[in-house]
């Protein structure tokens, strides 16, 4: 009889990695977008499971809210959302399954040999409030300087992106169509 | 969550791991290749919060690492929609194959 922890944990993996493989070999484009929220909220499941309460929700804001909706804009701007996508040649498919499987097994050889023994399971987590103040923290162990390092890079991004995007006056913008 | 050893949430993230890379090799359009990008990212961030959590939870290095990389991924993310929009106007197309311009 399995404790009911152990039990969701293998539903919540199984609803991860099923959703992930929908994800990655689904026909239309719309779909495989929509598989791709159910697990990246099956990977924000499993964060909960780990009891990281703050990672989780991290997770299901910026993963869920921002970075899922942003892909189904930028399917519904370039091409039809029902469209199917072209299929892929079956040497092609064979070849990246081998290379796959071959990386699965190997890496997880790896794992099982090295017998990784649980220390700390019961000590009590590091709380929240130590993780706020360490954040913007500038003593030893801080990440002050991280975090606005990541702040600039956050401003880079959002000015290159207007700059890659914005249409030129003077440019050439005539479709190339192959 | 005691009755789980650390072994079975690092084989689930490196499942997700490959099934990115998998998605990474077949497929040819832009925005599931930046799909499976996704999910190969967020495999690391389960295997760095289940090593802070198993081994050392007294510590928060795990937390921030994954918080880092998942701040970075939201980054990248932005940056390549960008340019995702910017190859369809430019080659009427997503597909990687179409965009040749400085492949020779």
Known sequence: ?178 | MQHIPLLHVLIVSAALFFIGMYGMFTRRNLITVLMSLELMLNSVNINLAAFQRYLYPQQTEGIFLSLFIIIIAAAEAAIAIAIIIHLYRTYHSVDVEDATEMKY
Do not use: H
């Open chain 1, 1 to 178: 009889m399995m404790p009911a922890s152990a039990i969701a944990f293998y539903v919540i993996s199984g609803f991860l990695l099923v959703t992930a493989l929908l994800s990655v070999t689904g026909k239309q484009i719309f779909r495989s977008a929509i598989w791709l929220l159910f697990s990246l909220l099956g990977v924000a499941a499993i964060y909960f499971w780990l009891d990281l309460n703050l990672l989780a929700a991290i997770q299901i804001v910026v993963y869920v809210g921002g970075i899922v909706v942003l892909i189904i804009f930028s399917v519904f701007l370039t091409r039809g959302a029902g469209e199917e996508l072209p299929i892929i040649r079956s040497k092609r498919r064979f070849f990246s399954l081998l290379a796959v499987l071959l990386g699965f097994l190997f890496s997880a050889w790896c794992l099982w040999s090295y017998g990784f023994t649980s220390l700390a399971i019961d000590t009590p987590m590091a709380d929240i409030k130590t993780i706020g103040r360490q954040m913007l923290s500038i003593g030893p162990g801080g990440y002050a300087l991280p975090f606005e390092m990541v702040s600039i890079l956050l401003l880079a991004a959002m000015v290159a992106c207007i700059a890659i995007a914005m249409k030129l006056p003077g440019s050439d913008q005539t479709p190339q169509k192959k």
